[in-house]
Each structure stands twice: as structure tokens, then as C-alpha cells.
Nanobody
Framework: QVQLVQSGGGLVQPGESLTLSCVPSESIGSDAIMGWYRQAPGKEREWVATSMSAGITSYAEGVKGRFRLSRDNAKNTLYLQMNDLQAEDTAVYYC????????????WGQGTQVTVSS
């Protein structure tokens, strides 16, 4: 079973930046769909951003222009650079991967807390 290992996160002040990382414990396809979701206290988990093959990325409206996905296929690592963080970005962030190996497999990371507070 593939595990997605997340790192990064923490406590920052409004306007500051953080970068999250997500590394699969085993190799997954370079064309695997990877992305980030987040869940704020008392709210449902929501989609943040997705990275598909050929460098195609998409972002939720609330983070567009502030968050940036990048992917190192050689390391199978997905990064989420978060700039100009605001209090409403406070949430547990989860990495997700969907990989096709004859059928679709879906994996989730363990979650990383991001807190934005002055």
C-alpha cells in the first residue's frame, strides 16, 4: 500500500509563506494525478489544487494567484508553495494521489496542520 508522506506546515503570520511537500513511499506513475485538499475546523474537506501530467495544474478560486504547485517527477515529489497566507487558509492540508495501474488507486497523506495567525 502506497503511503503519501507529507512535510512542511506550521504556524505563520498573515502574509507569510509556507511550502508543503508530499512524497509517495513507493514509486507511482509520473502521470499520476496529484493534488492537495484542506479541511478547516468545523468544515468539510475542500479541494485546493491538482497537478496532472504535462504540467497541467488547476487551483481553487480562493488560492489562485497565491498558491503554486510544482512537481519533481524524478523524486515523485509534489510541492505546494503557499504565499500571502491568510487566516482563512488555516486548515489541515492533505495530499492526494490517483494512480492508474490497470485500475485506479487512490492514496491520501496523513495531513499537515497549517495555522495562520498574528
Amino acid at each position: 500500500q502506497v503511503q503519501l508522506v507529507q512535510s512542511g506546515g506550521g504556524l505563520v503570520q498573515p502574509g507569510e509563506s509556507l511550502t508543503l511537500s508530499c512524497v509517495p513511499s513507493e514509486s507511482i506513475g509520473s502521470d499520476a494525478i496529484m493534488g492537495w485538499y484542506r479541511q478547516a475546523p468545523g468544515k468539510e474537506r475542500e479541494w485546493v489544487a491538482t497537478s496532472m501530467s504535462a504540467g497541467i495544474t488547476s487551483y481553487a478560486e480562493g488560492v489562485k494567484g497565491r498558491f503554486r504547485l510544482s512537481r519533481d517527477n524524478a523524486k515523485n515529489t509534489l510541492y505546494l508553495q503557499m504565499n500571502d497566507l491568510q487566516a482563512e487558509d488555516t486548515a489541515v492540508y492533505y495530499c492526494k494521489a490517483r494512480d492508474y495501474k490497470g485500475e485506479w488507486f487512490e492514496y491520501w497523506g496523513q495531513g499537515t496542520q497549517v495555522t495562520v495567525s498574528s
